[in-house]
């Protein structure tokens, strides 16, 4: 029997099954799959064995092959990510964003970049958020999930699609995710009055069907991304609202930074650059020859290690 992981727990994935009025089996995964180094993912298309039909209860035998996989969120065969911060309470952290988008980019999906809380926004902030990432080449909304405000237009952009939603805590993204669809299914919390952040309400990635054939992966609230780039040299690349501008650049091979004549730092001075972006693009940059300058030749992951840290 064939049908895709909507969600796994502790060991346990829950896989769901069209061809039976989309009934959902729970699954162990076959030893097999540990030996070869390979571990089911959220959105996984799988064929299973049935033990007990009448408790839903059976085995993945085999993954089938996977369109793309994303490696935080840790997802398969999504065609899209719909990334949701808050104009207000609490405000965007745009470098935050900006690793979200860089990691996307590295990993060659297209973004959705949603500001929520449009209710709140009584100066109209949002405006100016939202043009700074329009300009990049990315789309962009602003909604309110508590008024229902701009809804229509995310089930448009998500209608035929599989897409991973993402952003931290306290921005309205369950709230924005119960919206999509008749049912509740995922917790809302509130924000911390003492330092402004919500309570992590999504425990669990899982695959949600909305109306039609289009499919939300929920995961959890991030706080913090390692960047995702192997090398510094790559990261300009991540940045499309540099593309246009770089041959201005005197030197080829140009890294934005100390360099005289650079068409990027010239466009971030007219304007035609968002400062904010090229501020956050500075901060990775020194990240990352920080980095290579401590484990010289090792790839990201086993920096991490090496830190202490989880990279990707």
Known sequence: ???????????????CIPEEGSCIYECRAKGVFRKDGRKPLVGDEVDMDVLDAEKRLGNI?????????????????????????SVLSPA?????LDRFLLMMEQQKVEVIVCFNKRDLDHQREGEAYERIYRECGYRTLRVSALQGEGMDRVKALLAGKTTVVAGPSG????????GLQSETVMETGQISPKIERGRHTTRHSQLI???????????PGFSSLDLFCEKKEELADCFPDFARH????????????????CGVKAAVEEGAVSRIRYDN????????????KRFPGASRQEAGKGRGRRYG
């Open 171 to 178: 921005v309205g993204k369950s709230s924005l995710v119960n």
């Open 1 to 15: 029997m064939r049908g895709k992981i909507v969600r796994g727990i502790a060991g346990f994935y829950y896989v």
């Open 209 to 219: 069907a909305v109306e039609g054939d289009a499919f939300i992966l929920d995961t």
């Open 246 to 261: 770089k041959e201005r650049c005197r030197f080829a091979g140009c890294a934005h930074m100390e360099e005289p004549a």
């Open 61 to 85: 035998r085999e993954l089938l092959p996977r369109r793309n996989e994303l490696i935080r969120p840790a997802v398969a065969n999504v065609d899209q990510a719909l990334v949701i911060f």
């Open 92 to 96: 965007p952290n745009f470098n935050l």
């Open 281 to 292: 693009y500075r901060l990775f940059y020194e990240e990352l020859r920080l980095r290579e």
